[in-house]
């Protein structure tokens, strides 16, 4: 009813994570070839950070992760700058003693190259094609999400096809509570875009976001994983 | 003496490059893996749209080919945006009917993946290490100095060892007029730093300009370039 309506409006927004530990990765990674030239993913971070700047603002003690990227976070948010997977993962499990809820929002490199040259290596005159060797880096989701005391734990999926099914096999695979899928063959969302839409996969649930303003989908995913967790803890 | 210190103080700088036409490249290449990854060098971008704000301020008609950077122009300058050096190379071809001065400052990317793939290559779960085959981009710079119709040549040499070796190599090799060198291998210049120290060599001189601001270096090598330009027009 109107009176019902009124009331919620003046009320202040519940702090809905209050006090509760959120640590989010952000951003693209860098895997170096050498001094100048690297290996990365699309990712300007707007995902991750207007997720971090949304759980403060609910109350959350916040830890972004950051790649490499051009944004800046409120004063109160930790943040800790990292350039590789491997830094990356280091940092997320060194987080987990405190953290509640882990958001991997970050596009992080699957591969590294087996070797990092510590001079710029000179085009070779004498031969048109080389080969770069590229290994496994640690998988910092499914890490995370198999340690001991584990957080709650919210995955990303960035699928170009087969959304649905991938994001289910990723979230069954790497024991996650949540995962959010997005569809970046599509440019109006995703990477570099100010806006995006979420398809949110719990193991028997599902959750849509509609194509908006980062900043009101980090919002609105928030409010999906603060029910959740709650609802499990 | 003290008047004529005075007179040069007050007279409004020479615009050096008055209708010259100037065409620039900046930032990195991207070359695409498949459509999440790529492969890149860094650069910020910084040098190159410096030295094009300070074109534009010395009289020059200002055209800018940029890889991707999180960078603005002067509107009176004409940007030509591109991803991948294959673009790069085929927009400064392009650019060379009415190019007097072609200044390459772009960080381009000497090769890029033989296949790229049209959809999000899956992370292997079989095997622990790919290889990726690389073949030769096109070399920008060196196409442009050989054209019919070359314009006045300016090269960049970035380097982390055997500096002057190296950049007197690129000035013969790639039949450039001048080329300049830098360190990168000095995180206090070059890259995403604000600051740039160069060396700049012709066949038979060389010039330093020492570590300032990017954008006092870009109007220091722009008076180089401008000399050299006309004292062989």
Same mark, same amino acid.
């Given at each position: 009813d109107l009176v019902k309506l009124c009331c919620d409006f003046f009320t202040p927004q519940q702090p809905l994570l209050a006090g509760v530990n959120v640590v989010i990765t952000a951003g693209p990674t860098q895997e170096a070839i050498d001094p100048v030239r690297y290996i990365s993913n699309h990712s300007s971070g707007k995902m991750g950070f207007s997720l971090a700047n949304a759980a403060l603002s609910m109350g959350a003690n916040v830890t972004v992760i950051a790649g490499p990227v051009n944004l800046s976070l409120a004063a109160d948010i930790k943040r800790i700058d990292v350039k590789s997977a491997r830094d990356m993962h280091q940092a997320a499990l060194a987080s987990l003693d405190t953290a509640d809820i882990f958001i991997a929002c970050a596009a992080v490199a699957d591969y590294r190259t087996e070797t990092v040259h510590s001079e710029k290596m000179k085009k070779q005159a004498d031969t048109d094609v080389i080969t770069l060797t590229l290994v496994k880096n640690p998988d910092i989701i499914a890490d995370v999400a198999n340690a001991e005391n584990r957080p709650f734990c919210v995955g990303f999926a960035a699928e170009t096809n087969d959304i649905e099914a991938y994001a289910l096999g990723k979230l069954a695979r790497k024991n996650l509570?949540?995962? %959010?899928?997005?569809?970046?063959?599509?440019?109006?969302?995703? /990477?570099?875009?100010?806006?995006? %839409?979420?398809?949110? /996969? %719990?193991?028997?649930?599902? /959750?849509?976001?509609?194509?908006?303003?980062?900043? =009101?989908? %980090?919002?609105?995913?928030?409010?999906?994983?603060? =029910?959740?967790?709650?609802?499990?803890s």
């Open positions: 509570d949540l995962i %959010a899928a997005n569809d970046v063959s599509n440019s109006a969302q995703g /990477f570099n875009s100010d806006n995006n %839409a979420l398809t949110v /996969f %719990a193991k028997d649930k599902r /959750f849509d976001i509609p194509l908006c303003n980062k900043k =009101e989908v %980090a919002i609105q995913l928030l409010k999906i994983i603060s =029910e959740q967790y709650k609802s499990i």
